[in-house]
């Protein structure tokens, strides 16, 4: 049986809402000095796990502040092979949280999570 409260707080949006915020997100972040392996892939995953993009990390940008997703992440949010957001996205990060929680929140994200340097920032459907 499904619950009132979960039909309620399903949420599906158009997979291009999420590009749409995550190249303006990209854009900020490049202004403000943080780098991403996306600069180079654009929307797409970085590799399939963390360990893929730990390794895309050129030595020159390792002090930066920077932001990732790898395939699997992807998968798990989006559905129907990126038509839709449907989940939480969860990124891959270091250096100043704070720096870029507000980029991604100018970006016109939900976000939350990375509290510690081992969690997760996490990008909400909304």
Sequence with gaps: MIKLADLLNERKVDGMVFVDKWKKALKLLKQKGGWSPHFRKGSEPVGYTNSDILGKIPKRYEDKSWFAFH?????????????????PM?????????????????????????????????????
Excluded: P
């Excluded at 395939?71 to 989940?87: D, I, L, P, T, V």
């Excluded at 870029?100 to 999570?113: E, I």
């Design 71 to 87: 395939a699997q992440a992807m998968s798990s949010a989006m559905s129907r092979g990126g038509m839709y957001w449907e989940k």
């Design 90 to 126: 969860m990124l891959s990060w270091d250096g100043d949280v704070k720096l870029l929680k507000r980029v991604l929140t100018r970006a016109g994200f939900k976000v939350s999570g990375g509290r510690r340097d081992t969690e997760k920032i996490i990008l909400k459907v909304k």
